[in-house]
């Protein structure tokens, strides 16, 4: 690790690790294009390249890595599409993720509304999350039907059923108790937000959690994003100076 630090001139301080990274992985369309290839082809290489991802992210010792793999806008994309997909989440769980919960103490934990999505995927995504429920490496959180807006909605609905059963005064309600709410609750917000292939905007991703996250762009597509562009966001991220509103 050290060497390949070195050979791609990349310095990173221990002691300044981010410790949770969110993904929006972009591109998989445009990659399949380029190459004369089916959109699908896109997918398959880009849920590859999240295994990729995931395996380093563990390695180098990061504790929450999130990323936007369905979002609540993207029931839009063409049926054939959106079928695909979620064959690719099906087999995604078969295989990976079931080698990761084998070979790994990686955590999996999911957000978003699950509950539109096929029953069978739905008992896939709660097995997963219950047999890795207890692992303390690397937290991976996939966003799957996720919307920001929509998340906040659902937080809003929840927060005010409370208050109308008398659990929670209005008086006590504060960013912290809202917390609560979130699929996020358990989770730190992102110290750095990275989105590929060229695109500079956050597309309905964590909208609460992102206020003073980071944000690290890149022209590359998803499929071909490796393991030093990684390491670049995060050396990046460490000369950065962050204040959170405040002064140094
Ligand atoms: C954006 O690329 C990507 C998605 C909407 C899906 C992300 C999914 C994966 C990386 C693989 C599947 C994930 C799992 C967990 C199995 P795009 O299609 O919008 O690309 P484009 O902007 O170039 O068209």
């Not at 082809?41 to 995931?54: N, T």
């Not at 990323?67 to 690719?88: G, H, I, Q």
């Not at 303390?136 to 927060?159: D, S, T």
Request: charged residues 35%.
């Amino acid at each position: 690790m050290l060497e390949f630090l070195k050979r791609k001139k990349i310095k990173i301080e221990k002691e300044k690790m981010p410790q949770h990274i969110a993904i929006i992985m972009d591109g998989n369309g445009r990659w399949a294009k380029k190459r004369g290839l089916p959109r699908s082809a896109g997918h398959r290489f880009g849920a590859q390249k999240l295994k990729e991802i995931v395996l380093f992210a563990d390695e180098i010792g990061l504790k929450y890595l999130t990323v936007y793999a369905f979002s609540t806008e993207n029931w839009k994309r063409p049926k054939d599409e959106v079928e695909n997909l979620m064959n690719l989440l099906r087999e995604f769980f078969d295989t990976e993720i079931e080698n990761l919960i084998k070979k790994t103490q990686i955590r999996i934990k999911v957000i978003g509304d699950i509950s539109k999505l096929d029953k069978d995927i739905q008992e896939r995504i709660i097995s997963a999350e219950g047999r890795t429920k207890d692992k303390r490496g690397l937290c991976v959180v996939i966003a799957l039907n996720y919307g920001g807006r929509q998340e906040i909605i659902n937080a809003v609905k929840n927060l005010a059923l409370d208050i109308k059963n008398g659990k929670i005064d209005i008086e006590d309600v504060d960013e912290e108790l809202f917390k609560k709410y979130l699929y996020t609750y358990d989770i730190p917000d992102p110290d750095l937000l990275i989105r590929p292939s060229g695109e500079m905007r956050v597309s309905n991703f964590l909208l609460w959690q992102i206020s003073y996250t980071e944000f690290w762009f890149s022209n590359v597509l998803w499929p071909d994003f490796k393991k030093e562009h990684l390491l670049k966001a995060i050396e990046d991220y460490q000369k950065r100076d962050r204040r959170f509103g405040g002064v140094k």
